[in-house]
């Protein structure tokens, strides 16, 4: 099982359809995509801004614009099939199906080391991939990734979450990142074609 978390930057970006089609045709059964916050998420931060709420309720704000962008990418691809628990993501992947993971039941009534803005869908997708003991964390950005950039560097300038380093950290999946364009590396990854 593959977890493939994409960024809630593609959420306006042509390539979405493209990584959604890709990962119908070829990762049915074996894929779980994670989505990201996004825009609306980024709502939440402003609204926060605005009525000085606390992190618990952005946290549970930010899981619901998790779940809207989960339910726009089913809107692009029918195909894709919303599972808000482990037996449902595993129920998809035993029909051959992509699951598309609805965070909900990580709502809170009380804080906890998620409930706050270094935790963001990154550390949930990592934390997700051991829950569900994957093989394999994609995480999926609309910026350009060195091949060999350190993931400290990378969460230093933003581009995970500062949490994501200490989830991963002991994984026992590999963990990758890409961009955008990398669509056809991705379908070669899960055809096990060897990249040359």
């Known amino acids: 099982m593959w977890v493939v978390k994409i960024g809630g930057s593609l959420s306006h970006d042509p390539t979405l359809r493209d990584w959604l089609g890709e990962l119908c045709e070829v990762g049915g059964g074996r894929v779980v995509i994670v989505p990201g916050g996004g825009d609306f998420a980024d709502k939440v ?3 926060q801004g605005e009525w000085r709420f606390d992190d618990l309720a952005a946290h549970n704000m930010c899981l619901l614009a998790m779940t809207q962008y989960a339910l726009l990418m089913q809107g692009v691809s029918p195909e894709l099939v919303l599972a808000s628990s482990e037996a449902k993501i595993r129920r998809t992947l ?3 199906h992509v699951a598309v993971w609805v965070p909900t039941a990580l709502m809170r009534d009380t804080p906890d080391a998620m409930s706050n803005w270094d935790t963001t869908s990154d550390s949930l997708a990592a934390w997700l991939s051991t829950m569900l003991n994957a093989e ?8 350009a990734i060195a091949a060999d950039e350190p993931l400290e560097a990378l969460a230093a300038a933003g581009v995970v979450d500062r949490r994501f380093v200490g989830y991963v950290s002991d994984a026992n999946y590999v963990v990758e990142l ?3 364009n990398s669509v056809a590396l991705m379908r070669d990854r899960l055809l096990n074609i060897p990249v040359t």
């Open 178 to 180: 890409l961009d955008k």
């Open 94 to 96: 035993r029909d051959g």
């Open 136 to 143: 394999r964390l994609v995480v999926v950005k609309s910026c």
């Open 45 to 47: 931060r402003q609204y």
